[in-house]
């Protein structure tokens, strides 16, 4: 397919702007760039049509199942996208005095409310952009702490399980702490014993999600919270896996201090392909003051304004946060309520069971026991078996019209697929997952080569594999041909072309 | 698995030449190649690095991962080799020419191995 | 109560059983009794349709007052967004897609990033450029940390970018125990003097702003000789409707572009989401976070992208990658994509020389009535008044916001950070002239 630079001529242009009604003034010919930019030259006809084309060779929620665990894909509603739509909300100043704009300053107070009441916590900012983002956030209200009680050059280590997702070191990282990885035990959580060995003055903090990133919900985890504290530090909580705890259990209720919520994964917003998502941080009562930028206040003449914490650290980006994000989110909320937050988790975690009972006799778990929101396979086994390995498992499923799992992840179990399907999908579709996992874990013994050179970009194999049982013909119809098949990796890295030349 | 009898080698699988002169030839054997796969991107010390024995001092990059790479000796690095930024790929086809950095005023060593104790450390950890 | 759950309570139950459970509660039985919520209900008002849900909302947005035209810049711009724009960016397909780390299936999402990314590099005149980040102000404190290392370790800042900017820089800075020193800014600009003085062995590099946060265009060729003299970096941030228009952070010799991409197609939205865009000279290229598509082919020669250059990121480095981010903001990225095609180098200008042009005009207006610009240098489509006092400054504001104008930003004792974009008609111009009798 053609790039929009490849498409157009000299010239051609979209009818945007009209003539300019004042004297024109033009920059002192110095401070003026010496070639025009090189930027498509197309009319509205051929934006259109690029675009749509380019719209077909993407896979949403939109088009089928999403299973990627530890990203929470599921569906998001079609309303939340019309409130956020509306011009009282998109035309708004981030700089307008506050009287002008009490409406967005109700969305985040209202928005906070709610997930005070779901997360046990005090008080939210909702400055950061992304999870990363609120790790990075959740992690300096750490150290702003740390620094206010004269410990900041003694506390420097924070502690990190082996299971814990990149962006967890990465952001502790950042805030300047040394990490520290922590081993899990054969049950797939926290080794209490090897995280006793490892605290200490110097502790600063721990980072945690709960379910863990094997979708386990960790039995000790009062205990471990104990120990973080008993030490002299503070946990933090990595939001991600909510989706199974709403109205199920509170991460402050857990032993929590600060946490971060990913609204694009728990409270449905669109993933965008890879964005805009919001990533708000709540911590308890004492530690709300040391929060970045400011949270809506009711002041004495009964209106909101944003005022900061008398402690801030700062500001982790320049206005108020991914607003209209947040607009989809508190949209999702109110629609759901307290009864339907529930029944979200409730089935998040039971579909979650139900495709790990019924694929078990061929994929068992990793961890054997009843999961959370999602449940991890290790295909390891099937590797020295046939020698196809999660990635060529993954591309398989692509042809049966399923985005594939999580791959690799976490690293401490082998050859990993990493399975979440939500609670927004309809039993058939389940089943039918199921039904497709089983005919390419069957496939695998019979036909590696086949699997080792999935995606297929044309469909002659769709005539060569037969099926036995029922339902042979539906699936046909069903069948996906991609437009490329597996890229050249090592090439991209190694001769990066990142732009297009002309 | 390729192993010349007239280098040393570290637990890590590094190289090690002797190059006669003060100077000590660093680079990664054929089983740590082959462990790491294609690989697309190094990044050596500067020259005038101190270097630690046992110690990270580079780092290697396949499209999937990013690894260390070890210091087998303690000094100073005296020259890196800059043919490796634009082909990394020379490490996997001849691993014991594609020296990565050559280190002088060494003052330590760590423990080295000749080749057959080498050969039995990557048996054992090929189990 | 609102639900997406598609099954009916009949069905969730008989999956339960087919799963093994008898119940909820023995769903979950494996929580610890001490947190488990059991039948307490969260403490959340109950559910409600999507008629009702529609109502309140719409409820709340009232609340907002909705300007007629927008005198108010300082970092957030209302340009006009082309109708094709938002009719793309609503493609399900691109809205609710994930991160494009399958690439045989999301060709469409990579090469539109692919476009953006050339599209920065043009318009920016750098060699290269990521996927987007969260805003500019993290951007640019992005763009700092890049250029730290084992021997230089102390940033520098210009006085005269935008304060938010600085605030999310030395926020930045507390994370990573480096320091970051101001430079002062004399007659609205970057002090040349001071910098030279600041600048020394351990400095790794400075951060200016052009057009500045009072709408002057930066000595940028002068502070960027001082800085690669003292052998440290220039990390720039600018206005991407301005280059249209104005000389490139290349052409100055920049080593970052960083900049707030907000202009490009998206709406004030009371400040997000919005778009950061990083980019780079080719050796810096390694040092830019986040996700970066390249050019490659599959094995039957077709042309392919692939997000590369993977072994940068977090999820491979852990705590030894450059940046933390993940998720960026995909989206907008294609809004300003979308945006670019839309306008087209013609169109770009156009908007940068109507801005700039009806800057001036009102500029000019506001002078006759009494309201001196502060400094008295080129400017792009903002710039700083003062009026005769702060009584007459918060009452010339007060009338405009009665006749539907949300008037510049007042700052300081009785100045006003004007800015207006090619949205405003002569009219509207002449009007809040006559209100600043």
């Not at chain 3, 095609?341 to 009102?362: F, I, V």
Request: glycine share 8%.
């Amino acid at each position: 397919m053609k790039l929009i630079y490849e498409k157009g001529a000299p010239g051609r242009h979209a009818s945007i702007l009209g003539k300019c009604d004042v004297p024109e003034v033009m920059p002192p010919v110095d401070d003026m760039r010496k070639e025009k930019p090189l930027l498509p030259e197309v009319s509205e006809t051929e934006i259109s049509r690029h675009y749509q084309a380019l719209s077909k060779r993407a896979y949403g929620v939109c088009d089928g199942l999403y299973p990627l665990g530890s990203c929470t894909m599921k569906y998001n509603p079609s309303v939340d996208e019309d409130i956020a739509a509306l011009p009282e909300f998109t035309s708004v100043h981030p700089l307008a005095p506050d009287e002008t704009v009490q409406g967005s300053l109700t969305v985040l107070s209202e928005m906070e409310k709610v997930l005070m009441a779901i997360t046990g916590f005090a008080g939210f900012t909702f400055e950061p952009a992304a999870g990363a983002h609120g790790e990075f956030t959740g992690l300096l209200t750490i150290k702003a702490y740390h620094r206010a009680n004269g410990d900041l050059t003694t506390r420097t280590k924070i502690i990190v399980p082996d299971s814990a997702h990149g962006t967890n070191p990465a952001s502790a990282a950042m805030a300047g702490f040394e990490v520290i990885n922590t081993p899990s035990d054969d049950k797939g959580c926290i080794d209490l014993d090897a995280l006793r060995a490892v605290v200490g003055p110097d502790t600063a903090g721990l980072m945690l999600t709960n379910p863990n990133t094997v979708g386990l919900f960790d039995p000790n985890i009062v205990e471990v919270t104990k120990i973080i504290h008993e030490a002299g530090g503070l946990c933090y909580y990595d939001g991600a896996n909510l989706n199974a705890a709403m109205g199920i259990a509170r991460p402050a209720d857990m032993g929590f201090d600060v946490m971060h919520l990913n609204l694009h994964k728990t409270f449905a917003t669109p993933h965008g392909g890879g964005g805009p998502g919001s990533g708000p941080v709540g911590c308890r009562e004492d530690l709300v003051k040391f929060l970045p930028g400011s949270r809506p206040v009711k002041g004495s003449d009964g209106m909101l304004h944003m005022e900061a914490g008398s402690d801030s650290y700062g500001r982790m980006r320049a206005f108020n946060g991914n607003f209209l994000v947040i607009v989809k989110a508190l949209t999702y909320v109110k629609m759901l309520g307290r009864d339907g937050l529930l029944e979200a988790s409730r089935n998040a975690v039971l579909n979650a069971n139900y495709m790990r009972v019924k694929l078990s006799d061929i994929l068992p778990a990793a961890y054997d026991v009843t999961c959370m929101h999602e449940f991890v396979v290790s295909l390891d086994d099937l590797k020295k078996s046939t020698g196809v390995s999660a990635l060529d498992f993954a591309k398989a499923m692509q042809e049966y019209g399923i985005h594939p799992p999580t791959m690799y992840f976490p690293m401490i179990v082998h050859e990993a697929l990493m399975i979440e399907p939500t609670e927004t999908e309809p039993k058939e579709t389940l089943d039918e997952a199921i039904h497709a996992i089983r005919e390419i874990y069957e496939r695998s013994y019979h036909e590696s080569e086949w699997m080792h050179g999935c995606p297929h970009t044309d469909s002659d194999w769709l005539h060569e594999y037969v099926p036995e049982d029922t339902g042979a013909a539906d699936r046909l119809e069903k069948a996906v041909t991609t437009v490329i098949g597996r890229p050249d990796e090592v090439t991209a890295a190694r001769h990066p072309k990142l732009t297009y030349q002309g | 698995m390729n192993t010349p009898e007239n280098l040393k080698y570290s637990k890590t699988h590094e190289w090690v030449k002797d190059m006669g002169d003060g100077k000590f030839e660093i680079g990664l054997t054929d089983y740590a190649q082959s462990e790491l796969s294609d690989l697309v991107f190094v990044n050596l010390p500067e020259i005038g690095d101190d270097v630690t024995a046992d110690e990270v001092c580079a780092d290697v990059e396949s499209v999937k991962a990013a690894s260390d790479v070890y210091s087998p000796v303690t000094g100073k690095v005296a020259e890196v080799n800059e043919e490796l930024i634009d082909a990394p790929q020379s490490i996997n086809s001849d691993p014991y020419s594609a020296w990565l950095f050559r280190a002088e005023d060494v003052t330590d060593t760590e423990e080295l191995m000749d080749a057959a104790a080498y050969n039995e450390l990557v048996a054992k950890e090929k189990q | 109560m609102g639900s997406f759950v598609p099954g009916t309570k009949a069905e969730q139950e008989s999956m339960l059983r087919e799963a093994g459970y008898k119940n909820w509660d023995d769903l979950f039985s494996g929580i610890p009794k001490d947190v488990y919520l059991a039948d307490k209900p969260l403490d959340i008002p109950e559910g409600k349709s999507e008629l009702e849900v529609t109502a309140e909302m719409k409820e709340i947005a009232d609340r907002n007052v909705r300007f007629r035209y927008i005198l108010r810049g300082a970092g957030a711009y209302d340009h006009y967004i082309p109708s094709i724009v938002g009719r793309v960016v609503r493609k399900e397909s691109f809205l609710t897609a994930y991160t494009p780390y399958q690439a045989e299936i999301s060709q469409g999402i990579l090469q539109s990033i692919f476009e953006y990314q050339s599209e920065i590099a043009a318009l920016t005149g750098m060699d290269v450029s990521n996927a987007s980040a969260y805003d500019g102000a993290s951007a640019a404190a992005e763009g700092v940390m890049m250029c730290l290392d084992r021997k230089r370790t102390k940033i520098l800042v210009s006085d005269s970018i935008a304060p938010e900017t600085m605030d999310v820089v030395k926020t930045y800075c507390f994370g990573r125990n480096v320091s970051c020193t101001v430079v002062p800014s004399k007659e609205g600009v970057t002090d040349l003097d001071a910098l030279k003085e600041m600048a020394g062995d351990d400095t790794a590099c400075l951060l200016i702003q052009s057009p500045n946060y009072f709408g002057i265009i930066e000595p940028a060729a002068e502070a960027a000789d001082l800085i690669h003299g003292a052998g440290a970096k220039l990390v720039m941030s600018v206005n991407p409707i301005s280059l249209g228009l104005l000389k490139t952070p290349a052409e100055y010799g920049a080593d970052v572009a960083v900049g707030e991409g907000q202009s490009l197609g998206m709406p004030l939205a009371w400040g997000g989401p919005y778009l950061g865009f990083m980019a780079a000279t080719k050796e810096m290229m390694r040092k830019l976070p986040g996700r970066i598509v390249g050019e490659t082919t599959d094995s039957e020669g077709r042309r392919a992208y692939v997000l590369t250059l993977q072994a940068r990121e977090q999820h491979i480095r852990r705590e030894k990658a450059g940046s933390n981010i993940c998720s960026n903001e995909a989206l907008c990225a294609l809004t300003a994509s979308v945006y670019l095609a839309a306008m087209g180098p013609e169109g770009l200008k156009l908007a940068a020389l109507q801005s700039t042009s009806k800057a001036h005009y009102l500029q000019k207006v506001l002078e006759s009535k009494g309201l001196d610009l502060v400094y008295d240098r080129p400017f792009f489509d903002e710039f700083l008044t003062s009026s005769e006092s702060r009584e007459s400054r918060d009452k010339l504001l007060s009338a405009l916001e009665k006749i539907g104008v949300l008037g510049g930003l007042p700052c300081g004792e009785r100045e006003i950070l004007w800015c207006v974009t090619e949205k405003v008609p002569k009219e509207v111009l002449d009007m809040v002239g006559r209100e600043a009798r």
